[in-house]
């Protein structure tokens, strides 16, 4: 969800990722765009297209408002006081897109809901990584040393997945958003897991061979995030699930408008440098296509109605 569910709280298994107060509620959010634009043939951009975020003042967003208008589209942004409330206010008609989640985040909001929003463009995903004080390599780890990740269930998992694809562990299942320790094949793997709060892990830092650092903290263990040995790679399937998405209801997943700015989103210069400046630039833009993303979404849903 934008920099906070991409690589900052992913949540309980996965609603810790949902709530972190900030400042602006529900209240007023009416839509008069909703209707006028939910033909998935309509060229029209003469109505105001609301947009649900969590943090307008992001550096990202006046450029984003302002190139929009240069194209005809009015845009309103509408902000929220918790990630609990852009999805229902995009259900009822009362937002035409939102823009603040992860693919995560929406299949578990689809499910427990039984709802049918959908992703209609990528944003950027905000990698998780691996860093150590004693080694400068994932491959001078020796075998058997302990790397930590974070005990929280959704963090975890992830960090799981990165340990994988930097060919440090194996795990059973192949991996999924709910790999947890017992999950790692410790026959196949190089190094031993263990699970310590995330906020503890920078002071852990120098007790093992290596930890995956929630971006949150990394600065606290006295690291940068170019210090990182191992990050999700945006190109790995397993990284797919966490690309922060613009989002709509079923209906309106061809709207001409709403697909209009996705694209101003992802090639405007002045929105992309507006996106590095919020994220402290660790932001991986992305121009995922969206039919990737549904079967992400898809696989997220499956996946979450298995665990019920």
């Not at 005809?72 to 942004?77: A, N, P, S, T």
């Amino acid at each position: 969800m934008s920099r906070f569910f991409g690589h900052r709280r992913l949540a309980s298994a996965l609603a810790a990722i949902a709530a972190v107060p900030l400042v602006i509620g529900l209240a007023g959010c009416a839509s008069t765009a909703g209707d006028a634009n939910s033909s998935s043939d309509s060229d029209s951009a003469s109505d105001v297209v609301k947009i649900g975020v969590v943090n307008d003042g992001d550096a990202q967003w006046a450029p984003f408002v302002e190139a929009a208008a240069a194209e005809g589209i009015e845009v309103e942004l509408v902000n929220f006081g918790s990630y609990e409330q852009p999805n229902p206010a995009l259900t009822e008609g009362e937002l035409d897109l939102n823009q603040f989640q992860h693919i995560v985040y929406l299949g578990t909001y689809n499910v427990n809901a039984d709802q049918d929003l959908t992703p209609i463009g990528a944003t950027a995903i905000y990698p998780l990584g691996l860093y150590s004080k004693k080694y400068d390599d994932v491959a001078d780890i020796p075998k058997g040393e302990t790397v930590a990740v974070p005990d929280d269930a959704s963090n975890q998992a992830r960090a799981l997945l990165v340990l994988q694809s930097a060919g440090l562990i194996e795990l059973k299942s192949g991996g999924t958003i709910f790999s947890d320790l017992a999950d790692v094949d410790t026959d196949k793997s190089k190094v031993k897991v263990t699970a310590l709060e995330a906020a503890l892990i920078p002071t852990s830092l120098p007790d093992v061979a290596a930890a995956i650092i929630n971006n949150d903290f990394v600065t606290d263990a006295g690291l940068t995030y170019d210090d990182a040995l191992a990050q999700d790679d945006p190109t790995d399937p397993n990284a797919l699930p966490y690309v922060n998405i613009f989002a709509a209801r079923a209906d309106d997943a061809e709207n001409k408008t709403y697909l209009k700015l996705v694209e101003i989103f992802q090639t405007n210069a002045d929105v992309q440098a507006g996106l590095q400046e919020s994220s402290g630039n660790v932001a991986v833009p992305l121009s995922t296509p969206a039919e990737d993303l549904v079967a992400s979404l898809h696989k997220v849903e499956e996946d979450t109605i298995a665990q019920k």
